[in-house]
């Protein structure tokens, strides 16, 4: 297994672990991880909150360095922002011939063209569908099984685009928690909305949102992610909630493959678990006890 | 250009903006499931159903004045649900657009904060997240912002996630990319 990465500007800064645990995982499990050269930014939601034709052409600038490295078809996106950015470019120009001109025109700017040969695929499509849990459970060297675990999609890699699970209720998270023996924590937040930006313009709107979400964690060990942003809204602002409304809502969050990669005996250290801003002492118990 | 006729030649780009905007939710059937999707329905002044009946109206004052679109998170509930088929996110970043573009005052904070972001882009090509920040900061002129956000930048900053960044010049290596993009967008 061999593919295209496209990391993204997060995974370099506030979600490092993100980036470092991702590689880490894929190269446990055999997977090839070739990052796309000279890379730079999808836009995230800010492109498309100034300019719709920026907001395409940043994602599209990346799609056409990444058609220049041959035999590799899939581009695995780890951050739902940019992995839906990208997509939605993949997507957009096979209806849109039109589309698909101006765009180049744009890009014709810096000698590149898109024709829109390859594939964008979340950093989850890839784990639960190439992967799998089968191979996922044949490396495990402790079984988790005193773990609950919540899992939570959160948007972008869910919607618009139905690709990989079902965008109202998805479940492709549980057979991979239970590849690792831990159970899943049965809530019906996984696909909700935690606010994405507005913890930095209206923050009270924000905290509102990851309430919800983490008050109906209450009884899970951790809460598991694959997206920086909501990674950052989950952890960052638990003790401004618990204050604020008066309940205690520490919970330990991870991103996806660094819960895999502990389970398949890859170290704190490997997967970075110093970088999480919300690991609690009852979880690092839990973990030292399997 | 004077002042009045600028504003209102503005106003009739807005007009311009806003017609191709009803004409995405132009068959919108006033069900109101974009409502009931909405996590954020509940701090919005205007519920989006109803938005999108003001767009259809035409009623520029209303939508302007509202906040609803500016706390759209583009979760895209309403896209996957709209039984119409609309791309309502689509539409609600359309009027974030202009916002943007004509810098409305009601919508300060986020105009400036997305501004900031694509700013940083269009020096380093990378975002970079102190410096995006820092700009944001230094736009809004408000010194009891940041404080918002004091505790978490040095959590961050400890752990080496980020580091203080002064907004520099970069390599503008996007420059030629971002300049296609707006001669592209004010051709008629």
């Known amino acids: 297994m061999k593919y295209q990465y496209y990391p993204g500007c997060s995974l370099e800064g506030t979600a490092l672990e993100y980036n470092i645990s991702t590689q880490a995982l894929m190269k446990a499990v055999d997977a090839e991880l070739v990052e796309i050269d000279d890379w730079t930014c999808c836009g995230a939601s800010a492109a498309e909150a100034t300019s719709h034709l920026l907001s395409l052409a940043l994602p599209a600038r990346n799609l056409a360095l990444a058609e220049k490295m041959d035999g590799l078809n899939d581009i695995m996106v780890p951050c739902s922002a940019c992995y839906l950015n990208l997509k939605k470019v993949e997507q957009k120009i096979k209806k849109d011939a039109d589309l698909l001109e101006k765009i180049n025109d744009v890009l014709e700017e810096e000698k590149l063209n898109l024709h829109g040969k390859l594939r964008v695929r979340h950093l989850l499509d890839v784990v639960s569908n190439d992967i799998g849990p089968g191979k996922i459970k044949d490396l495990v060297k402790k079984p988790f099984t005193d773990l609950k675990i919540a899992p939570y999609y959160g948007c972008q890699c869910l919607r618009p685009y139905a690709v990989f699970d079902d965008p109202e209720d998805p479940r492709s998270m549980e057979p991979l928690i239970e590849a690792i023996g831990a159970k899943v924590y049965p809530w019906q937040m996984g696909g909700k909305c935690c606010g994405a930006s507005h913890m930095n313009t209206t923050m009270e709107v924000g905290l509102e949102l990851v309430h919800a979400i983490l008050h109906s964690a209450r009884g899970a060990d951790a809460i598991v992610t694959v997206c920086p942003m909501c990674q950052m809204n989950l952890e960052a602002y638990q003790q401004k909630i618990s204050k604020k409304y008066q309940e205690a809502l520490s919970i330990t969050i991870l991103y996806l493959p660094q819960l895999l990669g502990l389970a398949i005996g890859l170290s704190e250290k490997d997967l970075r678990l110093d970088l999480n801003l919300a690991i609690t002492k009852d979880f690092r118990k839990k973990l030292k006890e399997m | ?188």
């Open chain 2, 1 to 188: 250009m004077n002042q009045s006729a600028q504003k209102e030649n503005n106003f009739a780009v807005v007009s311009d903006q806003l017609a191709s905007i009803r004409e995405m939710i132009q068959t919108c059937i006033q069900c109101g499931t974009c409502t009931g999707s909405c996590p954020n329905a509940f701090a919005m002044d205007s519920t989006p159903r109803r938005l999108w009946r003001m767009v259809m109206m035409g009623q520029k004052d209303a939508i302007f004045q509202s906040k609803t679109f500016a706390l759209c998170s583009d979760c895209y509930y309403c896209t996957l649900r709209c039984p119409r088929g609309l791309p309502l996110t689509e539409a609600m970043d359309a009027l974030k657009q202009i916002a943007a573009k004509e810098n409305l005052k009601p919508y300060k904070k986020s105009v400036r904060f997305y501004k900031s972001f694509v700013e940083s882009v269009r020096r380093h090509g990378r975002v970079r997240e102190m410096e995006f920040m820092t700009l944001y900061f230094f736009s809004m002129k408000d010194p009891f912002l940041p404080l918002n956000f004091t505790l978490l930048g040095m959590k961050l900053m400890s752990k080496g996630k980020v580091s203080v960044q002064v907004p520099s010049k970069g390599k503008r290596r996007l420059e030629p990319l971002f300049r296609k993009v707006e001669e592209l967008e004010d051709r008629p």
